[in-house]
Structures are given as C-alpha cells and as structure tokens.
C-alpha cells in the first residue's frame, strides 16, 4: 500500500524533529508524544513510522515502539515521494482541472503531455485509470473526450436526494437477496479502515471502498435500474466528490456507520436497515454539503493572503 500524502509529510517532519533535536542512534520514538507534538491522532503517525522503518532510519523493539536506527549525520534530508504518489498528484491535478472548467472537453495526448510535464508512459499509465473509471474515453483515431461529471453544489445535492428514494427502497425489494461473502468482504474493508487504514489510503482509493459497499448492497436487491442508477451516480459524482471529501477523521465516524449498516443486513435487519440508510445518507448530505460551504467561505480569505503575501 503507498503512503498518502499525509504520511509521508509526517514521516518527513518526524525526521526534521530528530534532527533538529539532536536525537541519537538507539533513542525511543513513542506514538504518542509525536501524535501530541504534530497534533494529529496515533493511526497517521504510526503509518510515518513503519514508512521510516522501511527506509532504514527507524527499527521496531523487542517491546513494542520504535528506536532511531541510524546515526544524526546519516538521516536524510527528507523521504522522496514513489512515482506512484507522483501520478496520483497529477491524476488530482486533471481531475481539478476538469472540475473546474480548465480543460476542453476534447483533448490530445500531447496537449496532455506539454500541459503536466509527463513521459507518454505516464500518461498512458493515468488515462488508463481514469478510462477505467469512466470519466474519460479515447476517441476513434485521435483524442479523447472528457464524460459528463456532476460540476455543481446543486446537482450534488440532487444526487443525494435521489440516492435517498433508491438505497433504503432497494433494502427492500421483494427480490433482496444478500450476498454475504460479498458483504463481509466489504466489512472486512470497512473495519480495516476503522482500524488505522483510512490514514493510508488515497481520496480515490477510499471513494472506491465506500461507493463500492453501497453498490454491493443495492445488487442485492436484483433490481437493475436501481443498481444501473447507482453506478451512474457514482461515476458522474466521483470528481466532486473529491472536493467534497471529509476529512480522515469525520471520516471514520461515517465507516462505523458503514459497519453497523452492514452488521443489520448480515443479520437479516432489512427494515432497520432500511432505515439507517436512510439516516446514514441524510446525515451525508448535509455533512459534505458543509464541507463545501466552509471552503467556498474560506477560499476569498486565501486569494487575499496569497496577494498580501506577493505585495
């Protein structure tokens, strides 16, 4: 699994702290004086440390924690990002670009290329990802085509709405069937993420793991223009939803909503079921929709900082 963003940060600041306090070889690292120092909780820090354990600069303890490995002189100036972590900035990128109107609905491969600095091995290795999540699609003999996406705060609220009259509806479907390894595959997933996972997951990899539970539970209901309406949702909400995402900790909280959801359909709920998707979609909503506002508030602020910063 590749570090996010956020772990290789800390990993990075963690570094920055040895060195700046003179830390030696054999010194103890605790997760919890380095999740009070950096403010963050335990599960981040304790992905930055096993990512410094990987380069050799910290080991683990007979007893449990982490010792610095390796001798002041010897820590590195900070961690260098995989290009794994590289194309995921760029995918991001032209996702953002997209969303907000930046990019033309039809574009080239080498206007690609000029536009983010890539190799055509990279690029290919990118809109093949995002081909196969539907956003995009090659055309015949030169090109590609952006899809339709859902751009406004509206039509993601809509979106909401309509998922709000088809997944409790689907839970009761006189067809339901539950697919329990699939479901408990899906709560495995869940608990993972419960369990310190979310902190190293990507944006898109964790929209995959939840959109992915909600359409396992709605193919349970044996009705197709329910599943089909789902799948198209989540492909057309998808860039937004990005912009939309909670942060990891808010986040959890939604995951254990996910595993009690599951918990009531393994236990042949449906009706309670029914009624804390319900509860669970509504409450969402309005969470996601706040997210946005917050940031609209707040993105003025940030265009006058950046210009006092220039003057």
Not at 201 to 228: P, R, W, Y
Request: hydrophobic share 40%.
């Amino acid at each position: 699994m590749q570090p996010t963003p956020l772990i290789t940060q800390l990993a990075n600041r963690i570094v920055e702290h040895m060195r700046s306090e003179g830390l030696g070889e054999g010194e103890r690292l605790t997760e919890r004086r380095l999740a009070e120092l950096f403010r963050v909780s335990r599960s981040p820090i304790r992905g930055a440390l096993r990512l410094l354990e990987e380069a050799g600069i910290v080991r683990p303890t007979e007893r449990g924690g982490f010792v610095i490995a390796k001798p002041e002189g010897m820590l590195p100036a900070t961690l260098e990002a995989s290009s794994t972590d590289d194309d995921e900035q760029v995918y991001f990128q032209i996702a953002d670009d997209r969303l907000n109107g930046r990019l033309p609905e039809r574009i080239t491969e080498n206007e690609l290329l000029r536009r983010y600095s890539l190799t055509r091995g990279r690029l290919t290795r990118i809109l093949r990802r995002i081909a196969n999540e539907g956003w995009i699609e090659r055309l015949p003999g030169h090109g590609w085509a952006f899809l339709p996406v859902l751009t406004s705060l509206q039509a993601y609220e809509d979106s909401y709405r309509f998922r709000l009259l088809i997944e409790p509806a689907a839970i009761l479907e006189p067809r339901f069937t539950l697919n329990r390894p699939a479901l408990e595959r899906c709560r495995e997933q869940q608990q993972w993420l419960i369990d310190g996972g979310i902190w190293e997951v990507s944006d898109a990899k964790l929209f995959e793991l939840n959109s992915g539970m909600h359409e396992t539970i709605i193919e349970c209901s044996q009705n197709g223009f329910f599943i089909d309406a789902l799948k198209r949702i989540d492909r057309v909400r998808r860039l937004i939803d990005y912009r939309q995402m909670l942060d990891r900790e808010s986040a959890i909280g939604r995951c254990r909503e996910h595993v009690h959801l599951l918990d009531l359909l393994l236990a042949d709920k449906r009706i309670e079921a029914s009624d804390f998707m319900r509860q669970h979609l509504t409450e969402l909503s309005t969470l996601k929709t706040a997210v946005r506002t917050k940031r609209q508030e707040k993105a003025p602020q940030d265009i006058q900082n950046k210009r006092a910063a220039a003057e």
